[in-house]
């Protein structure tokens, strides 16, 4: 059964940084584009930053410039560094396949809480 783990996730303050882990078991990442997602409470899902097996990122707007996504394939390992957070940046956040359409091939993780205090 493919797995997808995160963790990293936590308290800080307004300003702050944080490194988020995905480790996928079961699965190799390399031929797909995969991703950040965030859900907040009342809110629905949003993919928030993209890597595609060449590296190439995009990032939703409210991130850009504060999140960094890297990927390492050998290790089946994604990372979300976080800098400047902010309190609208809390939310429980997910890894995943990141198709440019449809829906992700892999079944949903557990997340990683990160709440950002102000």
């Known amino acids: 059964q493919v797995q997808l783990v995160e963790s990293g996730g936590g308290l800080v303050q307004a300003g702050g940084s944080l490194r988020l882990s995905c480790v996928g078991s079961?699965?190799?990442?390399?031929?797909?584009?995969m991703g950040w997602y965030r859900q907040a409470p009342g809110n629905q899902r949003e993919l928030v930053a993209r890597?595609?097996?060449?590296?190439?990122?995009n990032y939703v707007d409210s991130v850009k410039d504060r999140f960094t996504i890297s990927r390492d394939d050998a290790r089946m390992t994604m990372y979300l560094q976080m800098n400047g957070l902010k309190p609208e940046d809390t939310a429980v956040y997910y890894c995943?396949?990141?198709?440019?359409?449809?829906?992700?091939?892999?079944?949903w993780g557990q997340g990683t809480q990160v709440t950002v205090s102000s």
């Open positions: 079961r699965i190799i990442f390399s031929p797909y584009p």
């Open positions: 890597i595609t097996s060449g590296g190439s990122t």
């Open positions: 995943n396949h990141a198709p440019s359409a449809g829906a992700p091939v892999f079944s």
